[in-house]
């Protein structure tokens, strides 16, 4: 392997920057990196690829020339090599587990599921940005309601002992619901099991609509992380999800770099 051939792929999204280097010789990761947006994505990304070329020890200037970007602030920063985040993360996906038929992925304000063919090739796709409430940004609101950590959510959620169904199809109004369902003495694992189901709830229509018999799904993105959604989207779907050898929040940033490395070398 020749020295410094990497490639990066930098996945900008609503609310966080994820990026990782790859080794071009076998698609190995080297160096991850993860920032806050903040509203500036272009400085974000450039944080992120310092990072990154501090970890790998090469030049930061030349780290980005070997860079594709994808994500929703995508077309908000410097690096000229882009891609759809669909394509990224079915492309990811597929180098992590050639196996799968539909993969989810959830961020902050984003849910879609990809369907994969043969060779990864990406052969349908749904997604839903219309609404928040299926989302991450649903989480974080209630985790701010309620005073608590957006990592603390799933672990309380598995004191519930009878979920209390959330019907607000918008994310401020669900919000709201759950507030007042505290402000009336709600038993509060039960009302963060609530939560999470609804957004479990949201995903399982996509699967199905995509592919009825889907046997290998995985779950991508930083919702991923909260394993009682992990738990009731299985329950829903009646199998185990794929669980993929790569952080979720990074399997779009990955897809991003093996793109960039196709692109050069064809």
């Known amino acids: 392997m020749k020295e410094n051939n990497y490639f990066a792929g930098i996945d900008v999204g609503s609310t966080f920057c994820k990026a990782v280097i790859i080794n071009a010789g076998d698609n190995s990761i080297a160096a991850r990196s993860f920032s806050p947006i903040k509203g500036d994505p272009e400085k974000a990304s450039l944080t992120c690829l310092k990072d990154l070329s501090k970890k790998v020890k090469t030049s930061s200037r030349k780290l980005k020339k070997k860079s594709l970007a994808t994500g929703l602030n995508a077309d908000k920063i410097s690096i000229k090599e882009k891609e759809s985040e669909i394509t990224c993360i079915g492309r990811g996906s597929y180098e992590l587990n050639p196996e799968l038929d539909i993969v989810v992925d959830v961020g902050s304000f984003s849910m879609k599921a990809l369907k994969l063919g043969e060779k990864g090739k990406i052969t349908d796709f749904m997604k839903n940005y219309r609404c928040a409430a299926g989302s991450g940004v649903l989480l974080e609101l209630v985790a ?72 290998n799904v995985a779950f991508s993105g930083g919702v991923a992380k909260n394993k009682w959604i992990v738990q009731n989207l299985e329950e829903r779907l009646e199998l185990r999800l794929n669980q993929l050898p790569l952080e979720p929040e990074y399997v779009g940033a990955y897809g991003a770099a093996l793109i960039a490395k196709e692109r050069e070398e064809n």
């Open 144 to 215: 701010e309601g309620l005073e608590l950590k957006i990592t603390e959510l799933a672990e309380i959620a598995e004191q519930s002992t009878e979920p209390i169904p959330i019907s607000s199809q918008c994310s401020i109004f669900a919000e709201s619901e759950v507030i007042s369902y505290k402000n009336e003495g709600a038993n509060i694992p039960d009302l963060i099991a609530g939560v999470c189901n609804s957004v479990a709830g949201r995903i399982y229509p996509l699967v199905k609509m995509l592919d009825k018999e889907a046997k």
